[in-house]
């Protein structure tokens, strides 16, 4: 069975500075990774897929993310966050095959930013 | 175009009723899933939709809980005889097609309360 963990419940950082939220997952074959961002009262919002090929992704609002199978990790990152980037980061795996068409989510990284 | 939209965005009920929660997907997506974010198990798969069958329903919690999906477009979730711990946000997510390289767009869900 597929499965994510996310570490880190709650992660702290000033305005500007770098930020890393880890993401580490289980399963048998290549997997889909995603992360979504959710901000209160809000739903999810996609902020960058992984499914094959290159294994640094871009994201929107400048987030990348890399992909090490070495690891099984699929690392989110800002070389400098905004006050606006305070929210809920979940990271995702689905199934590569057809008939499995589910996400497994992680339960989640609650970011804040401090001035 | 519109996004995913869910109604009602707020259901308080009492306890051993019935309600009922409505996804409206996005046009043209004949993928449809329903989850459940809770605070103790964060978010869960509840039941995946290709057009009007359900290939997947195993993340329904109990045989309270039923959906269904018509014209191949809008699906209602319905939980009969409500319980507390049925409190949470229902989230439903939309995909182009069938398969997880097709990214969920999510709507704001639904927050229901049971008393």
């Known amino acids: 069975a597929q499965s994510v963990t996310q570490p880190d419940i709650h992660i702290t950082v000033s305005e500007g500075a770098s930020l890393e939220l880890r993401c580490n997952y289980s399963y048998g074959a290549t997997p889909y990774l995603f992360w979504y961002v959710q901000s209160p009262g809000q739903g999810l919002q996609l902020l960058l897929k992984?499914?094959?090929?290159?294994?640094l992704v871009q994201g929107i609002k400048g987030f990348e993310a890399e992909f090490k199978r070495s690891q099984s990790s699929f690392n989110l990152r800002k070389p400098s966050v905004h006050w606006s980037d305070a929210a809920e980061y979940f990271c995702a795996v689905g199934n590569s095959n057809f008939g499995n068409e589910k996400l497994t989510f992680g339960t989640g990284t609650r970011l804040t930013i401090i001035p | 175009g519109a996004g995913v939209s869910q109604s009602p965005s707020n259901k308080v009920t009492e306890k051993g009723k019935d309600v009922e929660l409505r996804c409206d997907p996005i046009s043209g997506h004949t993928a449809l899933y329903w989850y459940r974010q809770s605070l103790g198990q964060g978010l869960e798969f509840l039941i995946y939709?290709?057009?009007?069958?359900?290939?997947?329903k195993s993340g329904l919690p109990s045989d309270r809980f039923s959906a269904e999906r018509t014209g191949g477009s809008v699906s209602t979730l319905t939980i009969q005889r409500t319980q507390q711990e049925d409190s949470a946000v229902y989230l439903c997510a939309s995909s182009f097609s069938r398969g997880n390289n097709q990214p969920q767009h999510f709507g704001d869900g639904t927050r229901l309360s049971i008393l």
């Open positions: 939709f290709q057009g009007n069958s359900a290939p997947d």
């Open positions: 992984y499914f094959s090929g290159d294994t």
